[in-house]
C-alpha cells in the first residue's frame, strides 16, 4: 500500500530532521535558545499531517514525492534557520500554507484532467502574472521578478510557471497530431504546417520578450526550456528542441549585445576576479564558500557564512545562494547528495509522466518535472559557476513565500495524477 | 510520448551529473586556489577562532597574547610599543607583519609538528590552541635600546645579538608604534613622514660611511698584501684616484701612519688607496663572504628583512656590477651607492667578536605546544665564515683602539671593555646618519650591536651613549 510506503519514507527524514536541528543548535547555542528545537516537531507534525490527508483524499499517489519534498524542505529551513532563526520561522509559515495549498488542490482537482478545460485561463492568468510583475514589479538586482504586496513580495513567475506548465500540457496535446505531421521541408529538415508553428514562434517571442522586459536571463531560460522540453515530448521530433535552442541563442546573443544586465552577468561569469569586490563580489563570494566545503564540509552551523553582525557575507544567501551554504557546511559529500536528491525527484516525476496513460498527464508531469529540473540546474549551475549567474530559487530548499507555495502546488498536481494511474492499475 | 521522457530525464541525468563534476572540481581540485587566494579573506576569520599561541620574552613576559569575543580570539599586545616591529600582529583587516606573519603556522597549530597533537585533542573534544613562541628578546635591554633612542629622540635602530649563538636580545626600530591601536591609528601611522610601521632594525638601508671600513680591513688583511702595521703617508688631507679627490673628515694631514691607525683615526685618503689597489673583485668577494647581496636568515617575513650591498634606483645591484676604479675607491670608505641594514652590521660585529665566524640570527628561542612540550628548539648555526681567527682579532684589536684612542671614545666606560667602530653619512637636507656598531666586552666577547641613528649631530656622537647604554644593560653593568 502506497501510503504505508510514504510512512516508512518518512522515517529517514524525521531522524536526519533531528540530528540537523539539533547539530546547528549545538554549535550556534549561545545565539539560539531550545525552544527553536520545536520547529524539528513543529515540522514534522505538519507532514505527518499531510500524510494523514493523503490517506484519505489520494490513497495511490506516489508515496516518494512527499517525503523527498519534506527533506528538501527540511535542508532548506535548517540552512536559513542556521543563518536566521526568524527567517526559519517565516519559510515554516511559508511551508503551512504551501502545505495548506496542497491539501486544497488535491481536494478540489480530486478530477485534475478538468483542468483540460480551463487551460487557455491558466495560459492568460500565467502571463498576466508576468505582465503585472513587469509592469508593477520592484527591480532587484536589474531584474524585475518581484512584486509587492502590502508587507509581502511576491514572485509572481513561480506561480507563472505552474499555470503555463498546464496550459502546454492542454494546447500540445490538443495539436500534437498536426505538430507532429509534416508538410514540408527547410532545408531538408522536416517541418509541420507553418500556422502550426505559431505556438512556437509565440513562445519564443514571450521568452524573449520576458528577457528584454524583467531583465533575466534565467527566467526566461526556464520558461523557454520547458516549452521545448513538452513540445519535445508531445511530438517526439527533435526538430523543435534544435529549432528553439537556436532561436534561443540567437536571442541570447542579441540580449548579451543590447542589455547592459545581460552582457553584465555574462562577464561576470566569465572573469569575476576581476571586479571581485563590486560586481562579482557575490560570486567569489560563493566559491570561496564552496571551496571552503571541501570533501565533508565544516560542519553545519560552523561556516563562515555570516559577518560579526549577523548580516550574510553573500548577498541574498537564504534565496538564490542557500547551495554556497549548504556546500561550504555539508561538503561534496552532502552536497552530491542533496543532488541526488533531486535527481531522484525528477526521476520519481518522469516515471509518473511514463506511467500515465493519457497525453494531457504526462505532458503535465513531464513538463512540471523538466521545469524543476532546470531550475535546478540553472541556480546551482549558476552559484558553482557552471554557467552564467541569474537570480531564480532552488525548489523546496531557498528561503521564499512564492516559491514554497508554488512548488508544493505543483507537488499536488503530480500527486493527483500518480493517484489516478496507480488506482487505474489495481482496478 | 515516452520515448522522449526517457530521453528527457537521461538530460537531466547529465545535467545534473555536470553539476556534481563542477562541484567536485571546486571544492577538491580548485579548493586550495580558492582559499589562497589573496581576494579571499575567510581564512583571516577561520584562524580568529583559533586561540592563538602566545609570544613571550626570554623572561616569558607576555608579548602577545588573546581576547575572546563573539567566538573569536583577537590580539593583545601587553607591552604595547616596545617591540612591534618584530613581534608585529594579527588584525582580520590589516592582516598580519612580523613574527605574527612568519610564525603563524605554529601559533595557530597548523604547523606538521602541532597538528597531530591538535587532531587528537579535537577528538577528545578539546579546543584547538595554537604553540607558544618562546622568544630570545630580554625585555630588560630591549627597553634601554628604545628609550636611549627616545631620549634622543631621533629616527633610529638598535641591534643587539648574542656574540656565541646569533640569538637577538634586542631589535628597536623608533618612532614605534602600539599595535593594540591600529584599528584607530591606522591612517595617521601610514601617513606619518617618520614612517612608524617600518622596522629600521632590518629593512632600513643606510650609507654605512666609515663602518664599513671593517670590511675593506678584512679584504686587505686576508688578500695578505696589507698587515695592520703596513704603512701610509697623509700628507695634504686629500688623495686623488683617476682624478677624483678623496677627502679626509678632518682637513689637517694625519702625517705618516700605519692601517690600524688608519681605521682608529678613520681615514678615508688611506681607505681608499687600498681599496683601489684590491679592486673591485676582492672587495666584493668580501662583502659576499660577510652575507651582502642576500637576505640574512632571519625569523622574520623575507619582505621584511632587506639585503646590504650596493643600490641603485632602490634596486640590489649584483655584486659584479662593474665599477669604474674612483667607485671602488670611494666604496672602501663606505661610500658609493652602500646601503646597509642595521642588522647586518650588527652581524658583520658579531662575526669580529666571534673570531670570524657569523652565526645565523634568530629571535624564536622555542616553540612549545600548549601541553608545555618544547617542539622546536632553535639550535646555533654558524651562517658565514668570513674571517680567519687571526684576522678578526687584529680587527678586534684596531676596535678596541677606536674607543680607546680614536672616534669612539663616547662610548668608553670603566666598566668594560667597549671595542667599536664609528661612522657618518652625510645626508642632504638633514642632519648626518650616525653609525655605531661593536661588541663587549672586548676580551671575551658577549653581545655585539650595531646602531644608527638618523639627522644626527655632526660628528655622530650622540649615538655613542645608545650603544654604550645597551650594552651596559646586555652585560648587566
Known amino acids: 500500500m502506497q501510503r504505508n510506503r510514504e510512512l516508512v519514507n518518512f522515517l529517514p527524514v524525521v531522524v536526519l530532521m533531528v540530528v540537523g536541528f539539533a547539530s546547528v543548535y549545538a554549535t550556534r547555542s549561545s545565539q539560539m535558545d531550545a525552544s527553536s528545537l520545536t520547529y524539528g516537531l513543529l515540522f514534522v507534525g505538519l507532514f505527518m499531517l499531510v500524510h494523514l490527508f493523503l490517506r484519505l483524499a489520494a490513497p495511490y499517489s506516489d508515496p516518494f514525492l512527499l517525503p523527498l519534498a519534506a527533506l528538501m524542505s527540511a535542508i532548506g529551513i535548517m540552512m536559513i534557520y542556521r543563518i536566521d532563526p526568524d527567517l526559519a520561522a517565516a519559510q515554516t509559515t511559508w511551508l503551512m500554507v504551501g502545505l495548506g495549498l496542497l491539501i486544497i488542490v488535491v481536494a478540489v482537482l480530486r478530477n485534475y484532467r478538468r483542468l483540460e478545460n480551463y487551460i487557455y485561463i491558466c495560459g492568460i492568468v500565467g502571463v498576466l502574472l508576468l505582465v503585472v510583475a513587469i509592469v508593477f514589479g520592484q527591480e532587484i538586482n536589474g531584474a524585475r521578478l518581484w512584486l509587492k504586496v502590502g508587507a509581502f513580495s511576491i514572485q509572481p513567475g513561480e506561480f507563472s510557471k505552474v499555470l503555463i506548465t498546464i496550459f502546454l500540457a492542454g494546447y500540445l496535446d490538443s495539436k500534437r497530431e498536426l505538430l507532429s505531421t509534416t508538410t514540408w521541408h527547410l532545408l531538408g529538415i522536416p517541418m509541420p504546417a507553418l500556422k502550426h508553428l505559431g505556438p512556437l514562434v509565440t513562445m519564443w517571442g514571450m521568452s524573449f520578450a520576458l528577457l528584454l522586459l524583467m531583465n533575466d536571463l534565467g527566467t526566461s531560460m526556464l520558461f523557454f526550456g520547458i516549452f521545448l522540453a513538452m513540445t519535445y515530448v508531445a511530438t517526439g521530433r527533435l526538430t523543435y528542441p534544435v529549432i528553439g535552442g537556436i532561436l534561443f541563442a540567437g536571442g541570447a546573443v542579441l540580449a548579451y549585445n543590447i542589455k547592459g544586465t545581460v552582457h553584465n552577468r555574462v562577464d561576470i561569469w566569465i572573469d569575476p576576479w576581476s571586479d571581485a569586490m563590486d560586481r562579482g563580489y557575490q560570486l567569489v563570494q560563493s566559491l570561496f564558500a564552496i571551496g571552503d566545503g571541501g570533501l565533508f564540509g565544516t560542519g553545519l552551523g560552523k561556516g563562515y557564512l555570516l559577518f560579526q553582525n549577523g548580516e550574510p557575507i553573500i548577498p541574498a544567501l537564504h534565496t538564490d545562494f542557500i547551495f554556497s551554504a549548504i556546500a561550504e557546511e555539508l561538503g561534496l559529500a552532502g552536497a552530491t547528495a542533496l543532488i541526488v536528491l533531486f535527481l531522484i525527484f525528477c526521476y520519481r516525476v518522469f516515471k509518473i509522466a511514463i506511467d500515465s496513460d493519457d497525453g494531457f498527464s504526462k505532458l503535465l508531469a513531464a513538463g512540471l518535472g523538466a521545469g524543476f529540473a532546470l531550475q535546478t540546474f540553472v541556480i546551482l549551475g549558476g552559484v558553482m559557476k557552471l554557467i552564467p549567474l541569474t537570480g531564480i530559487t532552488l525548489p523546496f530548499v531557498s528561503y521564499g513565500g512564492s516559491s514554497i507555495v508554488a512548488n508544493f502546488g505543483a507537488l499536488a498536481l503530480l500527486l493527483l495524477i500518480s493517484n489516478r494511474t496507480n488506482k487505474e492499475r489495481r482496478s | ?477
Request: hydrophobic fraction near 40%.
Open chain 2, 1 to 477: 510520448m515516452n520515448p522522449p521522457i526517457r530521453k528527457l530525464f537521461y538530460v537531466t541525468v547529465l545535467l545534473f551529473a555536470s553539476l556534481i563534476a563542477m562541484l567536485g572540481y571546486r571544492q577538491i581540485i580548485q579548493a586550495q586556489d580558492l582559499a589562497e587566494n589573496p581576494q579571499n579573506t575567510r581564512k583571516v576569520y577561520a584562524q580568529m577562532r583559533i586561540e592563538r599561541g602566545l609570544i613571550l620574552a626570554n623572561d616569558r613576559i607576555e608579548l602577545a597574547r588573546n581576547h575572546k569575543e563573539n567566538d573569536l580570539y583577537y590580539r593583545l599586545y601587553p607591552t604595547g610599543d616596545m617591540m612591534p616591529h618584530l613581534v608585529g600582529y594579527s588584525n582580520p583587516t590589516y592582516g598580519q607583519v612580523g613574527l605574527e606573519h612568519s610564525q603563524n603556522s605554529w601559533l595557530t597549530g597548523t604547523a606538521d609538528e602541532v597538528e597531530l597533537v591538535n587532531l587528537v585533542d579535537t577528538l577528545t573534544g578539546k579546543q584547538k590552541r595554537g604553540a607558544d613562541l618562546k622568544l630570545t628578546i630580554d625585555p630588560g635591554v630591549q627597553r634601554i635600546a628604545l628609550g636611549e633612542l627616545q631620549k634622543i629622540g631621533k629616527r633610529g635602530a638598535v641591534v643587539v645579538i648574542e656574540v656565541k649563538t646569533g640569538a637577538v636580545v634586542a631589535m628597536a626600530s623608533n618612532p614605534t608604534y602600539d599595535p593594540n591601536e591600529l584599528d584607530s591609528n591606522w591612517l595617521a601611522l601610514n601617513a606619518d613622514p617618520n614612517a612608524p610601521l617600518f622596522n629600521r632594525a632590518t629593512q632600513g638601508l643606510y650609507t654605512p660611511g666609515s663602518t664599513f671600513k671593517i670590511l675593506t680591513t678584512a679584504a686587505a688583511l686576508e688578500s695578505g698584501t696589507f698587515t695592520p702595521q703596513s704603512r701610509f703617508r697623509d700628507d695634504r688631507g686629500t688623495v686623488d684616484i683617476y682624478g677624483f679627490t678623496v677627502h679626509n673628515y678632518r682637513t689637517e694631514p694625519f702625517g705618516e701612519h700605519n692601517l690600524s691607525e688608519a681605521f682608529s683615526e678613520s681615514i678615508n685618503t688611506t681607505f681608499a688607496q687600498v681599496g683601489d689597489q684590491l679592486g673591485q673583485n676582492r672587495m666584493t668577494d668580501t662583502m659576499e663572504d660577510f652575507g651582502f647581496y642576500e637576505k640574512p636568515p632571519f625569523d622574520l617575513p623575507a619582505d621584511e628583512v632587506a639585503a646590504s650591498g650596493r643600490y641603485e634606483n632602490g634596486e640590489l645591484l649584483k655584486p659584479d656590477d662593474p665599477m669604474d676604479r674612483t667607485q671602488v675607491a670611494s666604496m672602501a670608505f663606505g661610500q658609493e651607492q652602500l646601503l646597509v641594514t642595521p642588522l647586518q652590521m650588527a652581524l658583520v660585529a658579531e662575526s669580529i667578536a666571534n673570531g670570524g665566524k657569523m652565526m645565523k640570527p634568530y629571535s624564536v628561542d622555542s616553540v612549545s605546544d600548549y601541553n608545555g612540550t618544547i617542539v622546536h628548539q632553535a639550535s646555533p648555526e654558524v651562517w658565514k665564515t668570513p674571517l680567519q681567527p687571526d684576522t678578526a682579532s687584529d680587527i678586534k684589536d684596531m676596535m678596541i683602539k677606536v674607543v680607546n684612542e680614536g672616534t669612539g671614545s663616547k662610548t668608553k666606560t670603566g666598566k668594560v671593555q667597549i671595542a667599536a667602530k664609528t661612522g657618518t653619512a652625510e645626508v642632504t637636507g638633514s642632519g648626518p646618519n650616525a653609525w655605531f656598531m661593536g661588541f663587549a666586552p672586548a676580551e671575551n666577547p658577549r653581545y655585539a650591536i650595531a646602531v644608527v641613528v638618523e639627522d644626527s649631530d655632526a660628528g655622530g656622537g650622540i649615538a655613542g651613549p645608545v650603544m654604550r647604554e645597551t650594552l651596559l644593560a646586555a652585560l648587566g653593568l
